[in-house]
């Protein structure tokens, strides 16, 4: 991989200025990362983050982080059956009984 | 005992008294990672078993039997966070003013403060092979963040309910959801980065 530096301060007034205020800044676009996944963002918007991400290696590696979890809980979420998204517990035997009883009392 | 899965591909379901044996555990998994306390899942599941008792005639076998049960759990689950959301304050935005990432004025206003910086991830595919691990983390992670963030952010991204509906469930207006599920993400994010890819792990 590439390695880009973060943005520095200068470069991210200047690119500010050139987009006419387009440009949004590290704050904005963590923000729209996030509105991403669940709307379709304007294009002067995604345009935005696209110019800022070339210039800024921390908001590259929050975007790409949140879409990692975002894809690893989509693919485990897709089906229950094939792939359990929980925890790995048994219930007591007490606690099995318990059910075992409720079952079996409200099965009439 | 009738199939492992109980994913059968009949239409009919097994006998409700193999239920606990064949699919307590996955419920009770399922369920635990998104109500925070071990009673509250056990409830959960207990009302799930019930209900689904209730509802056996109506079971068409489009799905799997654990896919049907997994779908009453679920409707258990957001009744639950329906009921908490009563007593939950959705507006309280004190939090994030102490936890802000971002630099608030100067020239560099609104860039990343050098401690709030993400550091790159070391993980690749072969580390999903770990993904019980994961769920632990996650589960910790979302145990860390105030109710009203825990909640919309399982609805949403571990759900994956659409962010109408959990406007309706939660009544929150969709501009306090989206700051909402942005600041969860934000969390987790920094929480796993934590507890999950570097301290813990570089200590083993």
């Not at chain 1, 987009?19 to 963002?41: A, H, I, N, Y």
């Not at chain 1, 110019?51 to 908001?59: A, M, R």
């Not at chain 2, 825990?150 to 509906?165: A, H, P």
């Amino acid at each position: 991989m590439k390695k880009r530096p973060g943005m520095s301060a200068k470069a991210m007034l200047m690119m500010s200025k050139a987009m006419g205020g387009f440009m949004p800044t590290c704050r904005e676009v963590s923000q729209l990362t996030s509105r991403e996944f669940d709307e379709k963002l304007l294009f002067r918007q995604r345009l935005g983050i696209r110019l800022h991400l070339i210039f800024c290696k921390w908001c590259r590696l929050y975007r790409n982080q949140l879409q990692f979890i975002d894809n690893f809980l989509r693919r485990y979420s897709a089906d229950v059956e094939k792939a359990p998204i929980g925890i790995e517990i048994s219930l007591s035997d007490e606690t099995r009984d318990r059910f075992k009883r409720a079952i079996k009392d409200n099965s009439k | 005992m009738s199939e492992e899965n109980g994913a059968s591909k009949s239409e009919k379901l097994s006998n409700p008294q193999t239920w606990v044996d064949v699919h307590g555990d996955f419920l009770f998994g399922y369920a635990i990672l998104r109500l925070k306390d071990t009673s509250t899942a056990e409830d959960a599941v207990q009302e799930t078993f019930l209900a689904a008792l209730n509802a056996r005639d109506s079971f068409r076998g489009q799905s799997g039997e654990r896919t049907w049960l997994v779908s009453i759990l679920k409707n258990k689950i957001i009744d639950h966070f329906r009921r908490l959301s009563r007593e939950v304050d959705f507006h309280n935005n004190d939090i994030d003013v102490i936890d802000d990432d971002f630099i608030a004025s100067g020239p560099r206003a609104g860039t990343w403060k050098a401690g709030q910086r993400p550091s790159e991830w070391v993980v690749d595919a072969a580390d999903l092979a770990e993904q019980k691990e994961f769920w632990e983390y996650l589960r910790k992670c979302i145990d860390r963040m105030p109710p009203h963030i825990g909640m919309v952010f399982i609805l949403r991204d571990i759900e994956n309910m659409k962010n109408e509906d959990i406007c309706n469930v939660l009544t929150v207006q969709p501009t306090n959801l989206r700051v909402i599920l942005h600041r969860a993400r934000k969390r987790l994010r920094r929480c796993l980065e934590k507890i999950w890819l570097n301290t813990e792990r570089s200590e083993r």
